[in-house]
């Protein structure tokens, strides 16, 4: 049971890097791009932002498919 949960913990902290990379990307369109009058549109309009989604929804659906 030790190790099922250290092997979460661990694949869990593997999508990490794609969230935080988003939420500064996002912070950065806010503050350098000036953005955030409509945030929809600054989600859906950037594809760096878009990736780091795909990529962290990929990440997570292995991680939880490694678990099972």
């Known amino acids: 049971d030790v190790a099922l949960h250290h092997g979460t913990a661990t694949l869990v902290l ?4 794609c969230a935080f990379f988003a939420v500064f990307r996002y912070l950065q369109l806010l503050v350098v791009g000036h ?3 409509d945030p929809v ?3 859906s309009g950037d ?3 878009i990736g780091s989604g795909l990529l962290w929804g990929a990440l997570t659906a292995a991680c939880l498919a490694a678990l099972h």
């Open 35 to 37: 953005g955030g009058a």
């Open 47 to 49: 594809r760096l932002l």
């Open 41 to 43: 549109r600054t989600l």
């Open 14 to 17: 593997l999508t990490a890097p």
